[in-house]
Nanobody, 123 residues
């Protein structure tokens, strides 16, 4: 019954920008922290960012710190990931996920996942 849908992926040149959206339904959105993860072909899923239920706390992987910004609009049941200065190594399928734990390490405590959106950074 919990439903998350990612959108906003696409093809962009190195140095470009994209904004991903994660739209939620079927649960009390402002009770959940939301994380972004990504998975490139042949690689394990990697945590990218997470935002607390209120939006007051955020975390970022070192690989994206200073380039990506996570935010949320609880009135719209949506979390965003603004991605700037994109690099080819950012190419992956990006997933959002929900948890009642405040931005835990790893993916174990994220129980609801979207289907993902493809981000390709290439010249």
């Amino acid at each position: 019954q919990l439903h998350l849908v990612e959108s906003g992926g696409g093809l962009v040149q190195p140095g470009g920008s994209l904004r991903l959206s994660c739209a939620a339904s079927g649960f009390t959105f402002d009770s959940y922290a939301i994380g972004w993860f990504r998975q490139a072909p042949g690689k394990e899923r990697e945590g990218v960012s997470c935002i607390s239920s209120s939006g007051g706390s955020t975390i970022y992987a070192d690989s994206v710190k200073g380039r990506f910004t996570i935010s949320r609009d609880n009135a719209k049941n949506t979390v965003y990931l603004q991605m700037n200065s994109l690099k080819p190594e950012d190419t992956a399928v990006y997933y959002c996920a929900a948890t009642l734990v405040r931005c835990p390490p790893g993916a174990t405590d994220f129980g609801s996942w979207g289907q993902g959106t493809q981000v390709t950074v290439s010249s």
